[in-house]
């Protein structure tokens, strides 16, 4: 099989601001999600949103990223991966920074598209930019932007109300995430404007959506990425909840909510040294399976008894989302190929992963239990295994496409 050629690699003296930049962008990525959800009371008294608006509002990051994600390859053969990069921070910026200055639900909702539009982009592009500025150290800086997205969602959930609090006002706690875009902006600049082929960085052209769509590997992503988002998606909307119902209170659940997460940092750092022990073999994947699983097993049959130990095994198979990224590089030969099938397989994917917190509470309200979403929940966790022995395979895209 042919391997990729070692591309366009960042110079040893930036290789540190290029990473932390990396690192940085995807630290924003999550926060306009994490951070509506703790101020949603307040801010739906003071922008009259009725509850069928706010049931909008908590369903457009899963849109906004199946829709947007899908024009990230047009955006970067257009300005490339630096100058993307660079727009996409200051798109999210703005729409953090002007949504909490209006006074209804319709311009609110309008501006939280425009930043989560940014924060689609960024999602499909950090595959790509990691390709491109890293290639040889995949796992690595997978590992750090990976652990940076659930930092990300973790802050903006924990210190949103506090902020709000400490000014007196929920709009300044949402405001001030905009601060966090112009901070991470920084380092694009010069990235996006340096000379020479690493800075101007080349516009890759990647395949077509629709010669994607003609690939098994492709959807083998799309399909894996859908399920684990599905699994994600769950656990933030239901999780809470099924615990509550279990006789927890919300204290203890809001707790074992958090440890999803936090378990998931620590072992996305230590990816990379998993993959290199693992090669090509499907054991990460298969252990996504089974960790993930068992946490549901534990949830349905004794969801009070540990939720803690069912919080963790739930974050543990977490890690699937970053090692489903890592793979996006590792299975392709350019930067282009990278961020066509980011784009593909995540456009796709999150659609699939709405299916995750509308059927969970679908299925609740169909049987008035937790017990019948609890084990859809655990045989589709069952699902990443064999989805994932395909995308472990040791193949290139490229080559599946020239081939077919």
Same mark, same amino acid.
């Given at each position: 099989?042919?391997?990729?050629?070692?591309?366009?690699?960042?110079?040893?003296?930036? +290789?540190?601001?290029?990473?932390?930049?990396?690192?940085?962008?995807?630290?924003?990525?999550?926060?306009?999600?994490?951070?509506?959800?703790?101020?949603?009371?307040?801010?739906?008294?003071?922008?009259?949103?009725?509850?069928?608006?706010?049931?909008?509002? #908590?369903?457009?990051?899963?849109?906004?990223?199946?829709?947007?994600?899908?024009? %990230?390859?047009?955006?970067?053969?257009?300005?490339?991966?630096?100058?993307?990069?660079?727009?996409?921070?200051?798109?999210?910026?703005?729409?953090?920074?002007?949504? &909490?200055?209006?006074?209804?639900?319709?311009? !609110?909702?309008?501006?939280?598209?425009?930043?989560?539009?940014?924060?689609?982009?960024?999602?499909?592009?950090?595959?790509?930019? +990691?390709?491109?500025?890293?290639?040889?150290?995949?796992?690595? *800086?997978?590992?750090?932007?990976?652990?940076?997205?659930?930092?990300?969602? #973790?802050?903006?959930?924990?210190?949103?109300?506090?902020?709000?609090?400490?000014?007196?006002?929920?709009? *300044?706690?949402?405001?001030?995430?905009?601060?966090?875009?112009?901070? =991470?902006?920084? /380092?694009?600049?010069?990235?996006?404007?340096?000379?020479?082929?690493?800075?101007?960085?080349?516009?890759?052209?990647?395949?077509?959506?629709?010669?994607?769509?003609?690939?098994?590997?492709?959807?083998?992503?799309?399909?894996?990425?859908?399920?684990?988002?599905?699994?994600?998606? =769950?656990?933030?909307?239901?999780?809470?909840?099924?615990? *509550?119902?279990?006789?927890?209170?919300?204290?203890?659940?809001?707790?074992?909510?958090?440890?999803?997460?936090?378990?998931? *940092?620590?072992?996305?750092?230590?990816?990379? %040294?998993?993959?290199?022990? %693992?090669?090509?073999? &499907?054991?990460?994947?298969? !252990?996504?399976?089974?960790?993930?699983?068992?946490?549901?097993?534990?949830?349905?049959?004794? /969801?009070?008894?540990? &939720?803690?130990?069912?919080?963790?095994?739930?974050?543990?198979?977490?890690?699937?989302?970053?090692?489903?990224?890592?793979?996006?590089?590792?299975? #392709? =030969?350019? =930067?282009?190929?990278?961020?066509?099938?980011?784009?593909?397989?995540?456009?796709?994917?999150?659609?699939?992963?709405?299916?995750? &917190?509308?059927?969970?509470?679908?299925?609740?309200?169909? #049987?008035?239990?937790?017990?019948?979403?609890?084990?859809?929940?655990?045989?589709?966790?069952?699902?990443?295994?064999?989805?994932?022995?395909?995308?472990a395979r040791d193949r290139l895209l490229e080559d599946e496409?020239?081939?077919?």
């Open positions: 099989m042919t391997r990729p050629p070692l591309i366009a690699t960042a110079r040893p003296r930036s +290789a540190w601001l290029v990473g932390a930049a990396i690192v940085m962008l995807a630290l924003n990525l999550r926060v306009a999600v994490g951070s509506v959800g703790v101020v949603l009371d307040p801010l739906r008294a003071d922008l009259g949103m009725s509850a069928t608006v706010a049931g909008v509002l #908590t369903t457009l990051p899963v849109l906004c990223f199946a829709v947007f994600g899908a024009t %990230t390859a047009r955006v970067v053969r257009a300005l490339g991966l630096d100058r993307t990069a660079a727009a996409l921070l200051l798109v999210s910026g703005a729409g953090l920074a002007l949504r &909490p200055l209006v006074d209804a639900p319709i311009p !609110f909702l309008a501006l939280t598209v425009v930043s989560l539009a940014g924060c689609a982009i960024g999602n499909v592009a950090l595959p790509a930019l +990691a390709k491109e500025h890293f290639p040889d150290r995949l796992p690595l *800086i997978s590992s750090l932007y990976g652990a940076a997205l659930m930092g990300g969602a #973790t802050l903006g959930s924990v210190l949103t109300v506090p902020i709000a609090d400490t000014f007196g006002d929920w709009r *300044i706690g949402l405001g001030a995430w905009a601060v966090l875009a112009l901070a =991470a902006l920084l /380092p694009w600049v010069p990235l996006a404007l340096r000379d020479g082929r690493a800075g101007r960085l080349d516009r890759p052209r990647g395949p077509t959506l629709a010669r994607l769509a003609r690939s098994p590997l492709a959807w083998a992503c799309a399909v894996f990425f859908g399920l684990q988002s599905a699994q994600a998606y =769950a656990q933030f909307g239901w999780f809470p909840a099924i615990l *509550i119902d279990a006789g927890l209170d919300s204290g203890q659940a809001g707790l074992a909510q958090g440890l999803v997460p936090a378990v998931g *940092i620590p072992v996305t750092l230590l990816l990379p %040294t998993l993959i290199r022990r %693992t090669a090509d073999r &499907p054991v990460l994947p298969w !252990f996504f399976a089974i960790v993930t699983a068992s946490g549901w097993l534990g949830v349905l049959l004794a /969801p009070a008894s540990a &939720p803690f130990l069912w919080a963790a095994l739930l974050g543990l198979g977490g890690t699937a989302f970053t090692w489903v990224l890592t793979m996006f590089g590792r299975r #392709t =030969a350019s =930067a282009g190929g990278t961020a066509g099938l980011s784009a593909f397989a995540q456009s796709v994917g999150y659609l699939v992963a709405g299916l995750g &917190p509308f059927g969970t509470g679908l299925l609740h309200d169909l #049987t008035g239990a937790w017990d019948v979403p609890v084990i859809v929940l655990m045989v589709a966790a069952l699902l990443l295994g064999p989805v994932g022995m395909l995308v496409l020239d081939g077919s």
